[in-house]
C-alpha cells in the first residue's frame, strides 16, 4: 500500500526487520528527511558519523549501511534511482527559517514536523539527530569544505529502497526547506513490503 506524505508535513511509523520502505519522489525534485530509531531502546539512532566513517565517504547509496550510534546497522541501501542524497546537514527547523531565509513567521520544518509526529513514540525534540536527506543534493567543495545545497536530482517515480536490519521507528518527511526542494513544495510517496 503506498502513502502520501503531504507537502511541508511528517509521518512516524514502524518496522519490523526484513522489511523493506521505499521512499518515492512522485513529482521529481522533493526531499525526504528520515529518521529511525531502535524499537526496544530510542536512545539508538541513526548516525551520520558513524555511517559515513565506516563507507569512507559521504555520498552513500545501493548496498551500503545507515549505522547507530552503537554500530549496528538499522538500514542498508538495496536500491537507489537517484544516487545523490545528503547525511551531513540536520532537519530544516523554525531555527533555519529564522537565521537562514530571515523569516518573521518561520514554519516548523522537517524538525517540528519529526518531532510532532515522533511524540507518540516516546520521541521528543531533544532526540533527534541529523537525518538521511533522502534526494538532498549538496555539493562539497573538497578544498575549502564550502557546502552548496542545489536542486534535487530526482525526477518523478524515482526511488530509494531501505531493508530494515532490526526492528525500527521511523520518521520521514516531505521537506519544508525552499532551497533543498529548489523552491517549490510537493509530496512524498512511501510503501512498506515484506
Not at 533543498?180 to 512524498?188: C, G, V
Amino acid at each position: 500500500m503506498r502513502h502520501t506524505i503531504p507537502p511541508r508535513s511528517g509521518a512516524a511509523f514502524t518496522l519490523e526487520r526484513g522489511q523493506r520502505l521505499t521512499v518515492i519522489d512522485p513529482e521529481g525534485e522533493q526531499v525526504a528527511d528520515l529518521l529511525a530509531f531502535s524499537r526496544s531502546d530510542i536512545d539508538e539512532v541513526i548516525s551520520s558519523g558513524r555511517s559515513l566513517d565506516y563507507a569512507s565517504r559521504i555520498f552513500l547509496t545501493t548496498g551500503d549501511a545507515l549505522y547507530s550510534n552503537r554500530s549496528n546497522v538499522m538500514l542498508r541501501i538495496v536500491e537507489d534511482t537517484v544516487g545523490r542524497h545528503d547525511f551531513l546537514l540536520t532537519p530544516c527547523s523554525a531555527d533555519t527559517f529564522r537565521i537562514l531565509y530571515d523569516d518573521a513567521e518561520p514554519h516548523r520544518g522537517c524538525f517540528g514536523n519529526l518531532a510532532h509526529a515522533l511524540a507518540p513514540y516516546g520521541i521528543g525534540p531533544d532526540r533527534i539527530p541529523v537525518a538521511f536527506n533522502v534526494f538532498m543534493n549538496v555539493a562539497v567543495d573538497g578544498d575549502t569544505g564550502a557546502l552548496a545545497v542545489r536542486p534535487p536530482l530526482s525526477r518523478a517515480g524515482d526511488r530509494i529502497v531501505f531493508e530494515a536490519e532490526t526492528d525500527l521507528i521511523i520518521g520521514l518527511t516531505a521537506c519544508s526547506a525552499p532551497q533543498s526542494n529548489n523552491f517549490a513544495f510537493k509530496p512524498i510517496e512511501y510503501e512498506i513490503s515484506s
